[in-house]
């Protein structure tokens, strides 16, 4: 099967992609392209699903290169190929020939590329790096390799939504104790449950970092099971293990 790939117009002509699960060959609660080396499929496999991402986005297998994954505001700055995987959340190049990526099966993947420097980032952002500021910290790097924030295009792609996202009184008490304000991304649920809205969440802290344009594909990775891996699907559903989406770009 073909990969599907999501494509933005505001990150074009920079090559980049938020890959569904479609085209792997990943099978049972895996099936599909699951490219994360952290689940229990067998690592043949997800290294076959990452060699067609890598293909896919012209670039060799080992310039494919991403994190171990932390929910950290840690960003790499990269040059070449990583010899290993350090913990961080997010990386940003102006090295061209390199796919940055990041791991997701909920939480936001978010591309970002500033055209006229030339310069690149990728960052993974749940809830946790959202709140301390992994988003802003990417911007920050890009900006200390020669981007310009009002040049910067940031697009976050397939996650959970509002309606898919119900939190319990302690995670929203979290949010408010950070900023009262912050009450304006949740929406009441079932007795004592809220509804948090990463998404919009994401795109306020991209458009307070200060970046030109910011923008969320609309896709739900919760509520459409044929396309998207879900973390919390998974977990209602009681499954072992699952998937893990990426996302890419590269200059």
């Known amino acids: 099967m ?3 790939i999501l494509t933005s117009d505001s990150l074009a002509p920079v090559r980049h992609g938020f890959f569904t699960r479609r085209g792997g060959a990943s099978s049972g609660i895996y099936s599909g392209l699951n490219c994360g080396v952290g689940s229990t499929d067998q690592r043949e496999i997800v290294a076959i699903n990452r060699a067609r991402v890598a293909d896919a986005m012209g670039v060799a297998a080992d310039h494919l290169v991403g ?3 932390i929910h950290s505001t840690h960003v790499v700055t990269v040059t070449g190929p ?7 959340d997010a990386l940003v190049t102006a090295t061209p020939g390199i796919a940055l990526s990041v791991l997701t099966a909920d939480c936001q993947p ?3 590329a500033d055209k006229s420097a030339g310069v690149i980032g990728a960052a993974h952002a749940g809830w946790r790096g959202a709140l301390d500021g992994v988003l802003h910290a990417t911007v920050d790097a890009m900006v200390a390799l020669g981007a310009t924030r009002e040049n910067i295009h940031a697009v976050i792609g397939p996650c959970i939504s509002q309606r898919a996202y119900e939190v319990g009184p302690e995670f929203f008490e979290d949010f408010l104790t950070e900023n009262p304000k912050y009450a304006r991304y949740f929406a009441q649920g079932d007795g004592d449950r809220m509804l948090f809205d990463l998404p919009a969440f994401g795109l306020a802290h991209l458009r307070s970092a200060g970046v030109g344009q910011a923008d969320w594909t609309r896709h739900c990775t919760y509520s459409d099971a044929a396309r998207f891996y879900s973390y919390r699907r998974a977990t209602h559903a009681k499954e072992a293990d699952y998937g893990r989406l990426i996302a890419a770009i590269a200059l």
């Not at 990583?82 to 961080?88: G, M, S, V």
Request: proline fraction near 6%.
């Open 2 to 4: 073909t990969l599907e």
């Open 67 to 69: 994190v171990h994954q």
């Open 82 to 88: 990583l010899t290993d995987k350090p913990k961080a």
């Open 110 to 112: 978010v591309l970002f």
